[in-house]
């Protein structure tokens, strides 16, 4: 006869295994969230307005969560992906505006990572001409291994190098009583801190992050009875990336934040130099180009099999990461390796990678009302009303929706110099 602990010990094995197996694809994407382009912007807040920045990063994780949540219910409850259900339900013609918009973001967010990795390979000495095809072909070669779940964990331990930049917040020293003193501020009096906070709220839902969820979750075949899973895997994500946000302003803020507010902050090699007085050469280099270089991997990965996989939808193709590539998906594979292709060579031919970064942040806010309307509609039209928000619950994510549009229309103009 079992022991009732050994019955419990049983159960809780027995869950770890089932959340190995469901895991995934939520934390993997909000990981790839914190990409090149977020982790600089963190640099930044916490250098110009230190600690009054860590508010709004607490804010933004139900927001993530709600939205990225959405995908999840889509993907499983249709057996189908964004993109596909966008040509089902609206046609052709708008099908192709989702396309269009999802490929604009994949390859923008890839020029934004290829610019981190030739920054961080300039910061040691290593040309970007080096740096940034090795990358490329490696991620190639990640999607083309014939399993899903083998990208999803390479892709998990990239992102999970953004922790090594812990040791650095603790280094810094924050005063726990300026934080304190910082979470009850926002200063929305303040045109720059406005528009810092919009340049965060902009930058939390990229369009590929929900042509990502949505296919991933159909790839590694999960189902109704993975739904509740898969959002408490999502929820830690959730978390976890504005965790790492958080630690990135906490460190600016204790360190240059103190000496040097105001201080420019736009490449790799800027935020290093800011941080030797505190931290060391060594360990600027060290501990920033690990993180920053995991936050690229990630990102680029994701980013660039999301558009993959949702203009493979539009389209009609065959895509699928578990199987190698064959007549059937090389189109899918095609498209992949293309856009890592032209994402290279632009990065390497351009002459200003801050400028790039720049103009990839303003289009993907202008891109927001048309991925977040496309996905409200869906998450009304497409599911059975089992699956769909009731209540409060839709109130709440509608208005949070809402809010992340009218931060990004209003980030575009404001750094085009309009307003």
């Known amino acids: 006869m079992k022991r009732p602990q050994d019955t419990r010990a049983r159960g809780r094995r027995l869950l770890l295994i089932g959340l190995f197996v469901v895991w995934g694809p939520g934390l993997v994407v ?213 965790v790492i946000m958080i630690v990135m302003v906490l460190t600016f803020a204790a360190t240059v934040g103190l000496t040097h507010p105001g201080a420019t902050l736009n490449t790799v090699g800027q935020m290093s130099l800011a941080l030797r007085p505190f931290l060391g050469t060594v360990g600027a280099k060290v501990l920033l180009g690990v993180a920053v270089l995991g936050a690229a991997l990630v990102a680029a990965l994701v980013a660039s099999l999301a558009g993959a996989w949702g203009i493979s939808e539009v389209f009609g193709w065959t895509h699928t990461l578990n199987e190698r590539p064959n007549r059937q998906t090389a189109k899918f594979y095609t498209t992949y390796a293309l856009a890592h292709v032209l994402g290279a060579v632009v990065v390497l031919l351009s002459v200003s990678l801050v400028s790039l970064v720049i103009d990839v942040e303003v289009m993907n806010a202008l891109l927001l009302p048309i991925v977040l309307g496309f996905l409200l509609a869906l998450e009304a039209k497409a599911l059975p009303d089992e699956y769909r928000m009731h209540g409060l619950y839709r109130v709440v994510a509608t208005v949070l929706c809402l809010v992340v549009i009218g931060f990004g229309l209003y980030i575009a103009p404001a750094s085009l110099g309009w307003i």
Do not use: C
Request: net charge positive; proline share 4%; charged share 15%.
């Open 30 to 242: 909000m990981l790839a969230d914190t990409d090149v382009g977020s982790l600089v912007t963190a640099a930044q807040s916490g250098t110009q307005f230190g600690y009054r920045m860590i508010l709004p990063q607490v804010i933004l994780m139900p927001i993530l969560y709600f939205v990225q949540e959405m995908t999840i219910r889509l993907g499983i409850a249709t057996g189908k992906g964004h993109g596909a259900l966008i040509r089902e339900r609206f046609g052709r013609r708008w099908a192709l505006l989702s396309a269009f918009t999802l490929f604009a973001s994949a390859i923008g967010a890839l020029l934004t990572e290829f610019a981190g990795v030739a920054g961080i390979g300039e910061l040691f000495g290593i040309p970007r001409t080096l740096t940034v095809p090795v990358v490329a072909v490696f991620l190639i070669g990640i999607a083309m291994t014939g399993s899903y779940r083998r990208a999803e964990r390479i892709g998990i331990a990239f992102g999970l190098a953004e922790l090594v930049f812990i040791p650095a917040m603790i280094m810094a020293h924050p005063s726990l009583h300026a934080i304190g003193h910082g979470l009850t501020q926002l200063p929305l009096h303040n045109r720059s801190y406005v528009l810092l906070l919009a340049a965060n709220v902009g930058a939390v839902i990229m369009p590929w992050m929900i042509f990502y969820q949505q296919g991933a979750v159909i790839d590694k075949g999960l189902s109704h009875r993975h739904i509740r899973a898969e959002r408490r895997d999502t929820a830690f994500g959730s978390v976890l990336t504005q």
